[in-house]
């Protein structure tokens, strides 16, 4: 697998905490397999 470039950051909604929604960042890398030509997040 390669990496080929990587989208923005995906904001998902956590849990709550101390009252409030917490919500978590997390990097969206796009890759692309060689064997099988097929790319996804």
């Known amino acids: ?3 080929t470039e990587s989208n923005p950051a995906r904001t998902i909604r956590h849990s709550e905490a101390f009252g409030k929604t917490v ?3 997390v990097p969206a890398i796009r890759l ?3 064997q099988c030509q097929c790319g996804f997040v």
Request: proline content about 0%; some cysteine.
């Open 1 to 3: 697998m390669i990496r």
């Open 32 to 34: 692309f397999c060689m």
């Open 23 to 25: 919500y978590v960042r």
